[in-house]
């Protein structure tokens, strides 16, 4: 595989399967790195409240992006980016609104975005929803 982001693989099982929850760390970790390429800093990753949790949270000037990850190894269950529907959006939403809060920022833009991670390969969706 080419590319920056490249180097960062899930390790695999004996039976060559991948760990759901070490393809979704390796997704953020590539995703984490696509935003500080950007210029943007990470100001949060896996922030979590009692709402539930928020992947990235990246900051550039007053920008503020609040981002889904969806990491998948293949399309066999769909688009990584497919993943993320209404209800998560929702919940989504209201944890920026309990970040923002609890963060004590003020004056910035919102924006979400969704980073579909598939087999190691990053595409950023800008204001998915």
Excluded at 5 to 14: E, G, L, N, Q
Excluded at 105 to 115: C, E, Q, S
Aim: proline letters at 4%.
């Amino acid at each position: 595989m080419e590319g920056p982001h490249a180097a960062v693989r899930p390790k695999s099982r004996p039976d060559g399967s991948v760990a759901t929850s070490a393809v979704g760390r390796a997704g953020e970790e590539l995703a984490a790195q696509w935003y500080r390429d950007a210029g943007f800093a990470v100001v949060a990753q896996n922030w979590r409240c009692d709402l539930g949790e928020i992947d990235l949270v990246c900051a550039r000037g007053r920008l503020l992006v609040v981002c889904e990850v969806k990491a998948r190894t293949s399309l066999v269950h769909g688009a990584p980016v497919e993943a993320v529907g209404r209800v998560k959006q929702h919940r989504l939403r209201r944890l920026a609104a309990r970040y923002l809060a609890e963060s004590g920022r003020r004056g910035v833009t919102v924006r979400f975005d969704v980073a579909s991670v598939l087999a190691g390969r990053v595409e950023i969706v800008p204001n998915a929803f």
